[in-house]
Protein backbone atom coordinates (compact mmCIF):
# COMPACT_ATOMS: atom_id res chain seq x y z
CA UNK A 1 0.00 0.00 0.00
CA UNK A 2 1.09 3.18 -1.07
CA UNK A 3 2.25 5.69 2.08
CA UNK A 4 0.30 8.84 -0.21
CA UNK A 5 -2.85 8.03 -1.99
CA UNK A 6 -4.72 10.85 -3.67
CA UNK A 7 -8.58 10.00 -4.35
CA UNK A 8 -10.16 12.20 -7.04
CA UNK A 9 -13.96 12.30 -7.02
CA UNK A 10 -15.65 13.58 -10.23
CA UNK A 11 -19.15 13.90 -9.34
CA UNK A 12 -22.14 16.05 -11.19
CA UNK A 13 -21.35 19.33 -9.07
CA UNK A 14 -17.79 19.73 -8.07
CA UNK A 15 -14.73 17.56 -8.61
CA UNK A 16 -13.13 16.85 -4.93
CA UNK A 17 -9.14 15.68 -4.15
CA UNK A 18 -7.96 14.54 -1.13
CA UNK A 19 -4.73 12.91 -0.14
CA UNK A 20 -4.54 10.60 2.73
CA UNK A 21 -0.99 9.61 4.39
CA UNK A 22 -0.44 6.02 5.65
CA UNK A 23 1.26 6.61 9.22
CA UNK A 24 0.76 2.40 9.75
CA UNK A 25 -1.20 -0.76 8.44
CA UNK A 26 -4.22 0.89 9.09
CA UNK A 27 -3.61 4.37 10.33
CA UNK A 28 -4.15 7.48 8.08
CA UNK A 29 -4.19 10.92 8.34
CA UNK A 30 -5.88 13.54 5.53
CA UNK A 31 -2.71 15.92 4.50
CA UNK A 32 -4.46 17.70 1.58
CA UNK A 33 -7.66 18.35 0.24
CA UNK A 34 -9.22 20.76 -2.75
CA UNK A 35 -12.57 20.99 -4.29
CA UNK A 36 -13.40 22.87 -7.63
CA UNK A 37 -17.22 23.31 -8.32
CA UNK A 38 -16.68 22.72 -12.12
CA UNK A 39 -20.66 21.19 -12.64
CA UNK A 40 -19.39 18.59 -14.94
CA UNK A 41 -22.97 17.79 -15.28
CA UNK A 42 -24.35 21.26 -16.15
CA UNK A 43 -26.53 21.55 -18.67
CA UNK A 44 -26.65 17.46 -19.36
CA UNK A 45 -29.76 16.82 -17.97
CA UNK A 46 -31.96 19.20 -20.18
CA UNK A 47 -29.95 17.53 -23.11
CA UNK A 48 -30.26 13.78 -22.65
CA UNK A 49 -27.40 13.17 -20.67
CA UNK A 50 -24.77 14.61 -22.75
CA UNK A 51 -22.28 16.40 -21.36
CA UNK A 52 -21.51 19.56 -22.52
CA UNK A 53 -18.29 20.98 -24.16
CA UNK A 54 -17.03 24.00 -21.63
CA UNK A 55 -18.57 21.58 -18.38
CA UNK A 56 -16.02 19.12 -20.30
CA UNK A 57 -13.27 21.61 -20.38
CA UNK A 58 -13.32 22.90 -16.86
CA UNK A 59 -13.47 19.38 -15.74
CA UNK A 60 -10.31 18.34 -17.87
CA UNK A 61 -8.27 21.51 -16.44
CA UNK A 62 -9.16 20.81 -12.54
CA UNK A 63 -7.94 17.00 -12.92
CA UNK A 64 -5.04 18.28 -14.54
CA UNK A 65 -4.61 20.84 -11.62
CA UNK A 66 -5.09 17.95 -9.00
CA UNK A 67 -2.80 16.00 -10.61
CA UNK A 68 0.50 18.50 -10.67
CA UNK A 69 -0.91 18.60 -6.68
CA UNK A 70 -0.97 14.82 -6.10
CA UNK A 71 2.75 14.85 -7.60
CA UNK A 72 4.19 17.45 -5.71
CA UNK A 73 3.09 15.23 -2.49
CA UNK A 74 5.14 12.61 -4.10
CA UNK A 75 1.50 10.69 -3.78
CA UNK A 76 2.45 7.03 -5.19
CA UNK A 77 -0.97 6.05 -6.04
CA UNK A 78 -4.15 8.09 -7.41
CA UNK A 79 -7.65 6.62 -7.84
CA UNK A 80 -9.85 8.46 -9.50
CA UNK A 81 -14.09 7.74 -10.05
CA UNK A 82 -16.54 9.53 -11.59
CA UNK A 83 -20.42 9.08 -10.66
CA UNK A 84 -23.72 10.05 -12.10
CA UNK A 85 -23.19 12.48 -14.66
CA UNK A 86 -20.00 10.84 -16.56
CA UNK A 87 -22.49 7.08 -15.96
CA UNK A 88 -25.50 8.93 -17.49
CA UNK A 89 -23.23 10.52 -20.23
CA UNK A 90 -23.56 9.14 -23.95
CA UNK A 91 -20.46 11.06 -24.45
CA UNK A 92 -18.57 9.78 -21.81
CA UNK A 93 -15.94 8.24 -23.55
CA UNK A 94 -14.88 11.16 -25.81
CA UNK A 95 -14.37 12.53 -22.12
CA UNK A 96 -12.34 9.23 -20.25
CA UNK A 97 -10.17 8.62 -23.26
CA UNK A 98 -9.12 12.69 -23.49
CA UNK A 99 -7.97 12.42 -19.97
CA UNK A 100 -6.59 9.03 -20.30
CA UNK A 101 -4.18 10.07 -23.23
CA UNK A 102 -3.13 13.45 -22.14
CA UNK A 103 -3.17 12.94 -18.57
CA UNK A 104 -2.67 9.23 -17.90
CA UNK A 105 -5.32 8.92 -15.65
CA UNK A 106 -7.33 6.09 -15.58
CA UNK A 107 -10.71 7.11 -14.52
CA UNK A 108 -13.48 4.57 -13.17
CA UNK A 109 -16.95 5.44 -13.69
CA UNK A 110 -18.48 3.23 -10.98
CA UNK A 111 -22.16 2.38 -11.08
CA UNK A 112 -25.12 3.72 -8.36
CA UNK A 113 -24.88 0.24 -6.23
CA UNK A 114 -21.12 1.07 -5.96
CA UNK A 115 -21.34 4.36 -5.35
CA UNK A 116 -23.65 3.71 -2.30
CA UNK A 117 -21.49 1.52 -0.90
CA UNK A 118 -18.61 3.12 -0.69
CA UNK A 119 -20.16 5.88 1.26
CA UNK A 120 -21.85 3.00 3.93
CA UNK A 121 -18.15 1.48 4.10
CA UNK A 122 -17.18 5.17 5.20
CA UNK A 123 -19.97 5.40 7.62
CA UNK A 124 -19.65 2.48 9.03
CA UNK A 125 -15.65 2.29 9.63
CA UNK A 126 -15.55 6.01 10.45
CA UNK A 127 -18.96 6.53 12.74
CA UNK A 128 -19.09 4.90 15.89
CA UNK A 129 -21.00 1.38 15.49
CA UNK A 130 -24.86 1.98 14.66
CA UNK A 131 -26.82 -0.41 15.66
CA UNK A 132 -28.72 0.30 12.70
CA UNK A 133 -28.78 2.82 10.13
CA UNK A 134 -29.48 4.33 6.46
CA UNK A 135 -27.06 6.10 4.96
CA UNK A 136 -28.28 9.11 2.47
CA UNK A 137 -25.77 10.37 -0.13
CA UNK A 138 -27.58 13.41 -1.99
CA UNK A 139 -25.34 14.24 -5.15
CA UNK A 140 -25.65 16.44 -8.21
CA UNK A 141 -27.34 14.14 -10.34
CA UNK A 142 -28.27 10.65 -8.23
CA UNK A 143 -29.06 10.01 -4.41
CA UNK A 144 -27.33 6.52 -2.90
CA UNK A 145 -29.03 5.06 -0.05
CA UNK A 146 -27.41 1.60 2.03
CA UNK A 147 -28.74 -0.14 4.73
CA UNK A 148 -26.45 -0.88 7.37
CA UNK A 149 -26.76 -2.91 10.46
CA UNK A 150 -24.33 -3.84 13.52
CA UNK A 151 -21.58 -2.46 11.26
CA UNK A 152 -22.67 -4.40 8.13
CA UNK A 153 -23.23 -2.95 4.74
CA UNK A 154 -26.92 -5.43 4.11
CA UNK A 155 -28.28 -3.38 0.81
CA UNK A 156 -27.35 -0.47 -1.57
CA UNK A 157 -30.04 1.84 -3.86
CA UNK A 158 -29.51 4.45 -6.08
CA UNK A 159 -32.35 6.81 -7.10
CA UNK A 160 -31.95 8.80 -10.40
CA UNK A 161 -32.70 12.24 -7.97
CA UNK A 162 -29.78 14.51 -7.29
CA UNK A 163 -29.38 18.25 -6.80
CA UNK A 164 -28.44 19.85 -10.22
CA UNK A 165 -30.98 16.92 -11.90
CA UNK A 166 -33.63 18.37 -10.08
CA UNK A 167 -32.54 22.24 -10.75
CA UNK A 168 -32.41 22.03 -14.64
CA UNK A 169 -35.71 19.79 -15.04
CA UNK A 170 -37.43 21.94 -12.52
CA UNK A 171 -36.28 25.10 -10.65
CA UNK A 172 -34.14 26.47 -13.38
CA UNK A 173 -37.39 25.80 -16.05
CA UNK A 174 -39.60 27.92 -13.43
CA UNK A 175 -41.86 24.88 -12.72
CA UNK A 176 -43.68 24.74 -9.44
CA UNK A 177 -42.24 23.65 -6.41
CA UNK A 178 -44.78 21.03 -5.99
CA UNK A 179 -44.30 19.52 -9.54
CA UNK A 180 -41.01 18.99 -8.27
CA UNK A 181 -41.86 17.73 -5.29
CA UNK A 182 -44.19 15.10 -6.82
CA UNK A 183 -41.11 13.54 -9.02
CA UNK A 184 -39.48 13.02 -6.05
CA UNK A 185 -42.26 11.26 -4.38
CA UNK A 186 -42.44 9.58 -7.51
CA UNK A 187 -39.08 8.18 -7.07
CA UNK A 188 -38.54 7.66 -3.48
CA UNK A 189 -41.81 5.18 -3.64
CA UNK A 190 -39.56 2.81 -5.11
CA UNK A 191 -37.51 2.56 -1.72
CA UNK A 192 -38.58 -1.04 -0.07
CA UNK A 193 -40.54 -0.32 3.19
CA UNK A 194 -37.86 -2.34 5.21
CA UNK A 195 -35.45 0.63 4.52
CA UNK A 196 -37.23 2.42 6.96
CA UNK A 197 -34.72 3.52 10.01
CA UNK A 198 -35.10 5.60 13.31
CA UNK A 199 -31.33 6.85 12.67
CA UNK A 200 -30.02 8.22 9.00
CA UNK A 201 -26.49 9.11 8.18
CA UNK A 202 -25.99 12.50 5.65
CA UNK A 203 -23.82 12.22 3.77
CA UNK A 204 -22.87 14.89 1.01
CA UNK A 205 -22.89 18.78 0.56
CA UNK A 206 -26.24 19.64 0.80
CA UNK A 207 -26.62 17.46 4.39
CA UNK A 208 -23.62 18.89 5.63
CA UNK A 209 -24.83 22.80 4.77
CA UNK A 210 -28.01 22.32 6.31
CA UNK A 211 -26.60 20.50 9.49
CA UNK A 212 -23.85 23.07 9.74
CA UNK A 213 -26.94 25.48 9.88
CA UNK A 214 -28.82 23.51 12.59
CA UNK A 215 -25.17 22.88 14.48
CA UNK A 216 -25.42 26.76 15.14
CA UNK A 217 -29.30 27.42 15.91
CA UNK A 218 -28.58 24.90 18.91
CA UNK A 219 -25.36 26.54 19.88
CA UNK A 220 -23.12 23.35 19.66
CA UNK A 221 -20.41 23.57 22.08
CA UNK A 222 -18.05 22.04 19.39
CA UNK A 223 -17.04 22.85 15.72
CA UNK A 224 -17.27 19.87 14.50
CA UNK A 225 -19.50 18.61 11.85
CA UNK A 226 -18.48 14.56 11.62
CA UNK A 227 -20.37 12.70 14.05
CA UNK A 228 -22.82 15.81 14.76
CA UNK A 229 -25.93 14.51 15.81
CA UNK A 230 -29.39 16.12 15.93
CA UNK A 231 -32.78 14.98 15.62
CA UNK A 232 -35.15 15.22 12.81
CA UNK A 233 -38.06 16.11 14.88
CA UNK A 234 -36.64 19.13 15.61
CA UNK A 235 -35.57 20.66 12.26
CA UNK A 236 -37.66 19.46 10.15
CA UNK A 237 -39.56 22.55 9.75
CA UNK A 238 -36.46 24.04 9.12
CA UNK A 239 -35.51 21.97 6.25
CA UNK A 240 -39.22 22.09 4.94
CA UNK A 241 -38.76 26.08 4.97
CA UNK A 242 -35.27 25.74 2.82
CA UNK A 243 -36.47 23.89 0.03
CA UNK A 244 -39.73 26.57 -0.37
CA UNK A 245 -37.17 29.02 0.44
CA UNK A 246 -37.14 31.90 -2.22
CA UNK A 247 -33.41 31.87 -3.49
CA UNK A 248 -32.44 35.22 -2.21
CA UNK A 249 -33.91 34.86 1.10
CA UNK A 250 -31.84 31.97 1.84
CA UNK A 251 -29.25 34.10 3.40
CA UNK A 252 -31.81 34.83 6.23
CA UNK A 253 -32.42 31.64 7.05
CA UNK A 254 -28.08 30.73 7.57
CA UNK A 255 -27.86 29.19 4.71
CA UNK A 256 -24.29 29.53 2.93
CA UNK A 257 -23.91 31.74 -0.24
CA UNK A 258 -21.85 28.91 -1.55
CA UNK A 259 -24.56 26.80 -1.55
CA UNK A 260 -27.33 28.98 -2.28
CA UNK A 261 -27.12 27.00 -5.93
CA UNK A 262 -28.44 23.53 -5.29
CA UNK A 263 -29.67 24.18 -1.29
CA UNK A 264 -33.05 24.20 -2.03
CA UNK A 265 -33.00 21.14 -4.17
CA UNK A 266 -31.33 18.77 -1.80
CA UNK A 267 -33.25 20.36 0.83
CA UNK A 268 -36.38 18.93 -0.74
CA UNK A 269 -34.71 15.59 -1.71
CA UNK A 270 -33.76 15.12 2.10
CA UNK A 271 -37.02 16.45 3.37
CA UNK A 272 -38.46 13.88 1.54
CA UNK A 273 -36.52 11.08 2.20
CA UNK A 274 -36.77 11.96 5.91
CA UNK A 275 -39.96 11.15 6.02
CA UNK A 276 -40.01 7.88 3.85
CA UNK A 277 -37.72 6.65 6.31
CA UNK A 278 -39.62 7.51 8.92
CA UNK A 279 -36.05 8.64 10.85
CA UNK A 280 -36.10 10.39 14.18
CA UNK A 281 -32.37 10.80 14.19
CA UNK A 282 -29.52 12.02 11.85
CA UNK A 283 -26.05 11.14 11.96
CA UNK A 284 -23.85 13.75 9.96
CA UNK A 285 -20.72 12.00 8.04
CA UNK A 286 -18.18 14.36 6.74
CA UNK A 287 -16.74 10.75 5.21
CA UNK A 288 -18.19 9.48 2.10
CA UNK A 289 -17.45 8.35 -1.34
CA UNK A 290 -13.87 9.40 -1.47
CA UNK A 291 -13.22 8.20 2.28
CA UNK A 292 -15.11 4.66 1.03
CA UNK A 293 -12.81 4.54 -2.35
CA UNK A 294 -9.27 4.86 -0.09
CA UNK A 295 -10.72 2.37 3.06
CA UNK A 296 -11.75 -0.45 0.01
CA UNK A 297 -8.13 0.01 -0.71
CA UNK A 298 -6.45 -0.32 2.58
CA UNK A 299 -9.03 -2.85 4.01
CA UNK A 300 -8.95 -4.94 1.04
CA UNK A 301 -7.08 -7.98 2.89
CA UNK A 302 -8.92 -7.55 5.96
CA UNK A 303 -12.90 -7.93 5.06
CA UNK A 304 -13.23 -3.73 4.90
CA UNK A 305 -13.31 -4.02 8.89
CA UNK A 306 -10.62 -2.00 11.74
CA UNK A 307 -9.44 -4.88 13.84
CA UNK A 308 -11.47 -4.82 17.37
CA UNK A 309 -10.68 -2.06 19.74
CA UNK A 310 -8.95 -0.17 16.70
CA UNK A 311 -9.17 3.55 16.45
CA UNK A 312 -7.29 5.16 13.20
CA UNK A 313 -7.08 8.68 15.05
CA UNK A 314 -5.74 7.07 17.81
CA UNK A 315 -3.25 5.19 16.84
CA UNK A 316 -2.25 7.90 13.88
CA UNK A 317 -1.34 10.44 16.56
CA UNK A 318 0.76 7.82 18.35
CA UNK A 319 2.59 6.67 14.95
CA UNK A 320 3.19 10.93 13.90
CA UNK A 321 3.94 12.12 17.51
CA UNK A 322 4.90 9.23 20.07
CA UNK A 323 8.70 9.49 21.10
CA UNK A 324 8.70 6.04 22.02
CA UNK A 325 5.18 4.20 21.39
CA UNK A 326 6.38 1.47 23.99
CA UNK A 327 5.63 4.17 26.23
CA UNK A 328 2.41 4.86 25.13
CA UNK A 329 1.54 1.53 26.10
CA UNK A 330 2.41 1.66 29.29
CA UNK A 331 0.11 4.63 30.23
CA UNK A 332 -3.05 2.56 29.13
CA UNK A 333 -1.96 -0.49 30.81
CA UNK A 334 -1.15 1.23 33.83
CA UNK A 335 -4.24 3.63 33.80
CA UNK A 336 -6.14 0.58 33.46
CA UNK A 337 -4.49 -0.84 36.45
CA UNK A 338 -5.65 1.79 38.59
CA UNK A 339 -9.23 2.47 37.51
CA UNK A 340 -10.15 -1.34 38.05
CA UNK A 341 -8.77 -1.05 41.58
CA UNK A 342 -10.17 2.25 42.43
CA UNK A 343 -13.83 1.99 40.70
CA UNK A 344 -14.73 -0.78 42.83
CA UNK A 345 -14.00 0.68 45.71
CA UNK A 346 -15.18 4.40 45.20
CA UNK A 347 -18.23 3.62 43.19
CA UNK A 348 -17.66 6.54 39.61
CA UNK A 349 -19.37 5.79 36.52
CA UNK A 350 -17.02 2.65 34.59
CA UNK A 351 -18.89 3.42 31.69
CA UNK A 352 -15.78 5.34 30.13
CA UNK A 353 -13.04 3.68 31.48
CA UNK A 354 -12.26 2.64 27.38
CA UNK A 355 -12.25 6.61 26.21
CA UNK A 356 -9.99 7.05 30.14
CA UNK A 357 -7.59 4.09 28.80
CA UNK A 358 -7.55 6.01 24.89
CA UNK A 359 -6.65 9.30 27.03
CA UNK A 360 -4.02 7.86 28.70
CA UNK A 361 -2.02 6.37 25.66
CA UNK A 362 -1.79 10.08 24.36
CA UNK A 363 -0.64 12.08 27.81
CA UNK A 364 2.73 11.99 26.47
CA UNK A 365 1.97 13.00 22.86
CA UNK A 366 -0.58 16.19 24.56
CA UNK A 367 2.52 16.90 27.03
CA UNK A 368 4.29 17.52 24.06
CA UNK A 369 2.22 19.76 22.25
CA UNK A 370 1.55 21.78 25.19
CA UNK A 371 5.27 21.74 26.24
CA UNK A 372 5.86 25.62 25.65
CA UNK A 373 2.57 26.70 26.38
CA UNK A 374 -0.83 26.25 28.65
CA UNK A 375 -2.62 22.95 28.64
CA UNK A 376 -5.36 24.33 25.93
CA UNK A 377 -3.13 23.77 23.38
CA UNK A 378 -2.84 20.37 23.50
CA UNK A 379 -7.14 20.06 23.81
CA UNK A 380 -7.47 22.01 21.01
CA UNK A 381 -5.05 19.52 18.56
CA UNK A 382 -7.22 16.65 20.03
CA UNK A 383 -10.45 18.22 18.95
CA UNK A 384 -8.88 18.75 15.92
CA UNK A 385 -7.21 15.45 14.87
CA UNK A 386 -9.56 13.15 17.17
CA UNK A 387 -11.67 12.55 13.98
CA UNK A 388 -12.89 8.69 13.21
CA UNK A 389 -15.00 6.24 14.85
CA UNK A 390 -15.79 8.46 17.69
CA UNK A 391 -18.93 10.09 19.03
CA UNK A 392 -18.62 13.62 20.66
CA UNK A 393 -19.36 12.87 23.82
CA UNK A 394 -15.96 10.08 23.20
CA UNK A 395 -14.00 13.08 21.37
CA UNK A 396 -14.70 16.12 24.22
CA UNK A 397 -13.69 13.75 27.00
CA UNK A 398 -10.72 12.35 25.71
CA UNK A 399 -9.38 15.97 24.83
CA UNK A 400 -10.06 17.05 28.52
CA UNK A 401 -8.66 14.30 29.85
CA UNK A 402 -5.34 14.56 27.80
CA UNK A 403 -5.30 18.67 28.43
CA UNK A 404 -5.86 17.86 32.49
CA UNK A 405 -3.40 15.20 32.81
CA UNK A 406 -0.46 17.64 33.32
CA UNK A 407 -2.79 19.52 35.87
CA UNK A 408 -3.68 18.53 39.87
CA UNK A 409 -7.52 19.07 39.02
CA UNK A 410 -10.21 19.34 36.41
CA UNK A 411 -11.53 23.02 36.51
CA UNK A 412 -15.42 23.31 36.58
CA UNK A 413 -15.25 26.69 35.24
CA UNK A 414 -13.73 25.98 32.16
CA UNK A 415 -15.79 23.07 30.90
CA UNK A 416 -19.11 24.26 31.30
CA UNK A 417 -19.57 25.16 27.76
CA UNK A 418 -19.43 21.05 27.25
CA UNK A 419 -21.27 19.72 29.99
CA UNK A 420 -24.20 18.46 28.13
CA UNK A 421 -21.56 16.06 26.82
CA UNK A 422 -19.52 15.31 29.36
CA UNK A 423 -20.39 12.61 32.31
CA UNK A 424 -21.19 13.92 35.96
CA UNK A 425 -18.64 16.35 37.46
CA UNK A 426 -17.92 13.78 40.54
CA UNK A 427 -16.92 10.73 37.90
CA UNK A 428 -14.75 13.71 35.52
CA UNK A 429 -12.90 14.33 38.96
CA UNK A 430 -11.83 10.97 39.46
CA UNK A 431 -11.11 10.29 35.61
CA UNK A 432 -8.92 13.45 35.76
CA UNK A 433 -6.56 12.17 38.68
CA UNK A 434 -6.43 8.87 37.49
CA UNK A 435 -5.14 10.36 34.57
CA UNK A 436 -2.46 12.44 36.48
CA UNK A 437 -1.95 9.39 38.50
CA UNK A 438 -0.86 8.04 35.21
CA UNK A 439 1.15 10.92 34.73
CA UNK A 440 3.40 11.15 37.66
CA UNK A 441 4.07 7.23 37.54
CA UNK A 442 5.42 8.18 33.76
CA UNK A 443 7.44 11.00 35.33
CA UNK A 444 11.15 9.49 35.10
CA UNK A 445 9.87 7.46 31.58
CA UNK A 446 10.41 3.94 32.99
CA UNK A 447 8.42 1.52 31.41
CA UNK A 448 7.61 -1.13 34.50
CA UNK A 449 4.89 -3.41 35.77
CA UNK A 450 2.82 -1.11 37.98
CA UNK A 451 1.55 -2.95 40.75
CA UNK A 452 -2.05 -1.45 42.03
CA UNK A 453 -3.88 -1.83 45.33
CA UNK A 454 -6.19 -0.20 47.34
CA UNK A 455 -6.55 -1.24 51.25
CA UNK A 456 -10.08 -0.16 52.30
CA UNK A 457 -9.52 -0.80 55.93
CA UNK A 458 -6.46 1.71 56.01
CA UNK A 459 -7.39 3.98 53.52
CA UNK A 460 -4.58 3.84 51.36
CA UNK A 461 -3.58 3.33 47.20
CA UNK A 462 -0.16 1.61 47.19
CA UNK A 463 1.62 1.47 43.76
CA UNK A 464 4.52 -0.64 44.15
CA UNK A 465 6.76 -0.45 40.77
CA UNK A 466 9.78 -2.71 40.19
CA UNK A 467 12.87 -0.27 40.19
CA UNK A 468 12.91 3.20 41.82
CA UNK A 469 9.89 5.68 41.58
CA UNK A 470 11.23 8.61 43.09
CA UNK A 471 9.66 11.34 40.84
CA UNK A 472 6.48 9.96 40.65
CA UNK A 473 6.20 9.75 44.98
CA UNK A 474 7.07 13.37 44.43
CA UNK A 475 4.68 14.08 41.51
CA UNK A 476 2.13 12.26 43.53
CA UNK A 477 2.38 14.34 46.83
CA UNK A 478 0.94 17.18 44.83
CA UNK A 479 -2.13 15.64 43.26
CA UNK A 480 -5.72 16.55 44.81
CA UNK A 481 -8.06 13.82 45.06
CA UNK A 482 -11.31 13.04 44.73
CA UNK A 483 -11.65 11.70 48.38
CA UNK A 484 -9.35 11.41 51.28
CA UNK A 485 -7.34 8.33 51.18
CA UNK A 486 -3.25 8.01 50.82
CA UNK A 487 -1.19 7.67 48.29
CA UNK A 488 1.83 5.19 48.76
CA UNK A 489 4.38 4.89 45.72
CA UNK A 490 7.19 2.70 46.46
CA UNK A 491 9.46 0.12 44.80
CA UNK A 492 8.38 -3.79 45.70
Excluded at 3 to 28: C, H, M, P, Q, W
Excluded at 117 to 123: F, K, M, S, V
Excluded at 462 to 472: D, E, K, V
Aim: net charge positive; hydrophobic share 40%; aromatic share 10%.
Amino acid sequence: MARRTAIIDIGSNSLTLVVYEKSSRFAFHLIEKSRSRVRIGEGAYENGGYLQEIAMERAYDSISDFLSIARSLRCRKVLCVATSALRDAPNKKVFLKRVERELKLNIRVIDGDREAWYGALAAATLLPLMTRAVTIDIGGGSTELALIEEGEIKETLSLDIGTVRIKELFFDKKCSFEEAERFILEVCASIPSYFASGTVVGIGGTIRALSTTIMHQENYPLNSLHAYTYKVGDHRKFIKKVARSELLKLKTLGISKSRFDTIREGSAIFSILLERLEARDVIVSKAGVREGVYLHDILRNANYRFPRNFNPSIKSLIDRFAMDPRNNAFLGRTAASIFDVLQPAFGFDSTFRNELLMAAKLIEIGKRISIYSNNSLSFDFMLENLNFALSHKQKILIALLVRYAQKREINEKEITPYRALLPKMRDLRWYGFIMSLTACLNASRKIQKIEVAYHKEEKSLYLRGTSNLFLAKECSKKLSKPSAFAIIVEER
